[in-house]
């Protein structure tokens, strides 16, 4: 039993703000989606932390796009449905290659520098792609882009932006949504957020696990918030580990692109053995649950220390120019990664599962849209092909923007009612360490719901979950517990999804069914019924 809302609430006794559109979150398809909409109507923009403050911030390796004169969209495509192991929604795919060029071309009118071999954009190679097609700048693609977002939004001034205000949940008023609660944490106080349209833009969930790659920020809020209001959500089984991180012990964990991979890097094992070889065509470029998978194998043989990248015969002079954040990272960390190996290990990395969307962004709540992370448009199916995810919210973003434009300017829409709601349950005030339960889950999750799963293991975690039942419904009032009940809730999501689906697929692999099975050659959908609603 999941209360519907997580704080109890009088709309009447709430400051409101109204604006055409609201957007929740500040990263590429937070702030692409309401640079969009700010042309032609209001839009506020609400996000949890500071502007940057995301994981499109952290992108290292770049932006899948086919734009040399060996590729084209049909080979991107092919590629991306590959990756997504039979359960990619080819549609959406089409949507994504074919958009993208025309997404990139925009963003470098914004002023978003990609780096450039002589008088043409340079592109990298990783994991799953069979040509060269990454945009990158540098290894650092993801703070140009969002950098170059927030330049502009500072630029327009059009963007009304809200830091610092934690989105709690999304109103839905006569079966449509209306707005979103928030609390702001400068004055603790909730305000709502009156809009015609909604937008969830809050990224993935990779904070469930203790090994991630993901910023303090990814603790799946939007999600929990979604399905909360009805909203199905699809795919939630499929979290994706990325191969490389940093083996260090820090949170989140440094990432090691695979573009570094893509320029010859080798994997070994604790004797030096190139162990990807013969295991897949690409070798070290295969799939990303293949060589997660080969790794944790490597690790088990090697009597579980630590597996290397070695990138010791690449040129220093490539490694510096092309990897300066990794060169220095790895540096202040008494690595000289032209000379030492890179010791990795795999760490939760992207959320495939989410919001379910159609083509435009819409969810079955009429009115609320979800891009980036937080959606399943059903591009990336059992497990997306990398550096195809920053794109994946610019091409969605502008999608939902046509479509809001479109119903706002035919007079479709409806006018921003002032909603006239309440939410009141007697609940438990729990007195928790917040950072102990927050590490409790993400152990919990990275022993039983991590790369390799099991019906034990997962019955095992959902057990444990189950009995802690009482953070769910309890009552708190600062965001550190309000995150603590998403991450309680879309890990339950997870769990369920994993336990369900008995074959392995893409990033989802069960040691009691190794295999692929043509009849789950289908999706899992989770939606929140009236009957397990509280209060
Ligand atoms: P984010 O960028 O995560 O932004 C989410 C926003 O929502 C944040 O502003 C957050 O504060 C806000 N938010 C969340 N909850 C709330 C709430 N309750 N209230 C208010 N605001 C909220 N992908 C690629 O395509 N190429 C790459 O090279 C690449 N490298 C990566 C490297 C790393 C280390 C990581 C972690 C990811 C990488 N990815 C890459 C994945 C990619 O970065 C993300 O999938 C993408 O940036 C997600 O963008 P987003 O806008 O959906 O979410
Ligand atoms: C990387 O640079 O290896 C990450 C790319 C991605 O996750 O898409």
């Known amino acids: 039993m999941v209360p519907r809302y997580l704080i109890n609430f009088n709309s009447d006794k709430l400051d409101k703000i109204t604006t055409d559109v609201v957007v929740v979150g500040s990263g590429v398809a937070g702030l692409s989606a309401a640079l969009e909409i700010s042309k032609q109507f209001d839009v506020a923009l609400v996000t949890k932390g500071e502007l940057k403050e995301t994981a499109t911030w952290y992108a290292q390796g770049g932006v899948a796009t086919a734009i040399s004169p060996e590729d084209s969209p049909k080979l991107h495509l092919k590629d991306t449905l590959e990756a997504g192991a039979g359960l990619c929604d080819r549609k959406a795919v089409d949507v994504l290659v074919s958009d993208a060029s025309d997404r990139i071309g925009e963003l470098i009118g914004l002023g978003a520098e990609f780096d450039w071999q002589g008088d043409r954009i340079g592109l990298s190679r990783e994991g799953g792609h069979r040509l060269a097609r990454i945009l990158h700048s540098g290894d650092a693609t993801g703070s140009e882009i969002e950098a170059t977002l927030i330049r502009t939004a500072n630029a327009w001034r059009s963007v009304q932006v809200f830091e610092h205000r934690f989105a709690l949940d999304i109103v839905v008023d006569g079966g449509r949504c209306a707005g979103v609660v928030c609390l702001d944490e400068k004055s603790d106080r909730l305000v709502l957020h009156l809009a015609k349209a909604v937008i969830l833009a809050t990224g993935g969930a990779g904070q469930l696990y203790s090994v991630t790659t993901n910023p303090v920020i990814s603790t799946g809020d939007g999600m929990a918030m979604a399905y909360r209001a009805g909203a199905v959500l699809a795919d939630m089984e499929f979290i994706q580990f990325h191969p490389t991180a940093l083996d260090e012990d820090s949170m989140p964990r440094f990432l090691i692109t695979e573009a570094l991979r893509g320029e010859g890097a080798y994997l070994r094992d604790c004797r030096g053995e190139r162990f990807m070889l013969g295991r897949h065509p690409l070798a070290e470029l295969g799939p990303r649950d293949i060589v997660t998978r080969e790794m944790i194998r490597a690790t088990q043989r090697c009597g579980g220390g ?140 990275m022993d039983y719901v991590g790369v390799v799963r099991s019906e034990s293991g997962l019955r095992h975690a959902m057990g444990e979950l189950k009995k802690r039942d009482e953070v769910l419904k309890a009552e708190f009032s600062n965001p550190a517990g309000f995150e603590l009940q998403n991450m309680f809730l879309v890990a339950g999501l997870v769990m369920r999804a994993a336990l369900e689906r008995e074959e392995s697929r893409g990033a989802h692999y069960r040691e009691d069914y190794p295999e692929a099975s043509d009849g789950w050659i289908r999706h899992l959908e989770h939606r929140f019924v009236e009957e397990t609603i509280a209060g």
């Not at 969810?363 to 992370?373: C, H, Q, R, V």
């Open 306 to 445: 630590p597996v290397y990248l070695d990138a010791t015969h690449i040129p220093k002079d490539i490694l510096e120019e092309h990897f300066p954040t990794i060169w220095k990272h790895c540096r202040e960390h008494g690595i000289d990664i032209s000379k030492d190996l890179i010791p990795v290990r795999p760490a939760a990395h992207y959320t495939i599962g989410g919001v379910k969307t159609d083509l435009d962004g819409r969810t079955n709540i009429p009115d609320l849209y979800a891009t980036g992370e937080v959606a399943c448009t059903g591009v990336h199916g059992a497990n997306r092909l990398a550096s195809n995810s920053l794109l994946e919210g610019l091409v969605f973003s502008k999608r939902i923007i046509e479509a809001i434009k479109t119903r706002l300017t035919t007079g479709e829409e409806s006018s921003i009612q002032d909603v006239k709601l309440g939410f009141k349950m007697a609940r438990s005030k729990l007195d928790l360490d917040f950072k102990k339960e927050r590490r409790w889950l993400q152990k919990l999750m």
